[in-house]
């Protein structure tokens, strides 16, 4: 493509020159322009493709390399190691490509769910990251139910009972509004929330994150720092 390109630049240097200088006859320059316009938009149409190539090109690359990472990050998530899966979840997140596209919107509400669960089940939990997670995937999608319930299991950890039953409940409606049976975890969570006191309310396989800073929503995202989880 390229060398193509540059013999059809050489042609048009070369008939624009003679279209210049030779004013000898008119009809004949006037012959030589045309030809020379034709082989401008001849050239033009092959910069065109050659750069829309290099793009396609790009983005796919990139878009590969999120499948991969996504790929890794559910490897991990499935052995056991939820940093690790962290890690490679992140690097997802970071090379798909951001577009309006529905897709681009599906994968990355994917991701943040995944890496929610996966802030959930670190030692000690990263349940403020997770909150973040679980709130960026509803502000996009508020008709998620696997969103909601989450998003109420990280409240439950900060034992905001208030705030993780609302969400419960939320998701329960939403799973019942959809040809889907309500998965049991949530009608269990939403029946532990109710039926017990708020103190002996605890996050299932979790210890105690009372005394963890909590994010909420309307204040700024905590940074993101994968050199802070723990294991």
């Not at 990280?154 to 309500?182: C, G, I, M, N, W």
Request: charged share 20%.
């Amino acid at each position: 493509m390229a060398a193509a390109c540059s013999d059809l630049r050489n042609q048009i240097l070369q008939s624009s020159a003679a279209a210049v200088f030779d004013d000898r006859d008119p009809t004949a320059a006037a012959q030589t322009v045309l030809a020379v316009l034709q082989q401008q938009q001849r050239f033009l149409t092959l910069i065109s493709s050659q750069l829309c190539a290099l793009d396609v090109q790009g983005a796919g690359s990139s878009n590969n390399k999120a499948v991969e990472e996504h790929e890794r990050g559910s490897r991990f998530f499935k052995s056991g190691a939820y940093k690790d899966a962290v890690v490679h979840y992140t690097a997802s997140l970071q090379q798909l490509d951001q577009t309006e596209s529905q897709s681009s919107h599906e994968k990355t509400a994917q991701l943040l769910l995944n890496r929610s669960l996966c802030l959930l089940r670190l030692r000690p939990p990263q349940v403020s990251l997770a909150l973040q997670d679980c709130h960026q995937v509803i502000q996009c999608r508020q008709d998620d139910p696997k969103a909601f319930y989450r998003r109420a299991c990280a409240h439950q950890a900060l034992r905001q009972f208030p705030e993780a039953l609302r969400d419960a409940l939320a998701s329960q409606e939403l799973y019942s509004s959809t040809s889907k049976p309500v998965p049991h975890d949530v009608t269990k969570l939403v029946a532990k929330l109710q039926s017990e006191p708020a103190q002996n309310v605890a996050f299932p396989g979790q210890r105690s994150c009372q005394n963890t800073p909590c994010w909420r929503p309307g204040l700024p995202l905590q940074p993101f720092r994968i050199a802070n989880l723990g294991s």
